[in-house]
């Protein structure tokens, strides 16, 4: 049985070892996200074909007729489709600029300025993000609307908002993808921030949630 599974697990179907060297192979030539399209498709192919003879009588396949093999072939049928979403998701990702995403709908405070300018801006703005550092150079912390409606009843409009900021940002670049985005975020889980920069001044500011818009609307 381990020799038959051994072998059995070269076939061609990915995302067993055979399809994912047949992944391999055609990402010489095409994109990753096509060769695990074509890989996944023929996995597929060979998840019908494993379902059909262990439930059905064909000829010269009569050994196969088990329910192991009906079971191996809907897990190989369904786990093709993620790895193929998964690698269309992927493929958007990193061909996708932080900048196109990204959004401008920020201000940029001193850390000095207290939230009393928060509060006048958000009067004009009320979904607004902000970032607290210099035009040019240092990023002491951010702003977020959400924090903004948790903000403690002790913090007064004379409060500076350089004691009601969180640090868990992430700093992007506007060329970044946003595979890198991600990237950064699975790092550092905490992160509900990243300030897009162009050079060295913040241009834009860019959340989790964004991505997932954008995602959605992509589908």
């Not at 790895?83 to 061909?95: D, G, H, P, V």
């Amino acid at each position: 049985m381990n020799v038959l599974l051994a072998v059995f697990n070269l076939i061609p179907a990915y995302p067993m070892d055979g399809g994912r060297i047949l992944r391999s192979f055609l990402a010489f030539w095409l994109r990753r996200s096509t060769a695990t399209k074509i890989a996944s498709i023929i996995g597929q192919l060979f998840a019908v074909f494993f379902i059909v003879v262990a439930l059905f009588p064909v000829p010269y396949f009569e050994g196969f007729r088990s329910p192991f093999f009906a079971l191996l072939g809907v897990f190989v049928f369904i786990t093709a489709y993620q790895e193929y979403t998964f690698a269309r998701q992927e493929s958007k990702l990193s061909n996708t600029k932080v900048k196109d995403v990204a959004t401008g709908n920020f201000s940029l405070l001193a850390p000095s300025d207290t939230l009393r300018e928060v509060y006048s801006i958000l009067d004009l703005r009320k979904f607004h993000y902000f970032v607290i550092g210099e035009e040019i150079g240092q990023i002491f912390g951010v702003l977020t609307p959400n924090m903004i409606q948790l903000l403690s009843r002790n913090a007064t409009l004379d409060t500076p908002v350089i004691e009601v900021i969180s640090t868990d940002f992430e700093i992007l670049s506007s060329e970044d993808s946003l595979l890198d985005a991600i990237k950064k975020y699975q790092s550092n889980p905490n992160t509900i921030l990243f300030p897009v920069v162009l050079g060295e001044r913040v241009e834009q500011v860019l959340d989790v949630s964004m991505i997932e818009q954008y995602l959605k609307g992509k589908k």
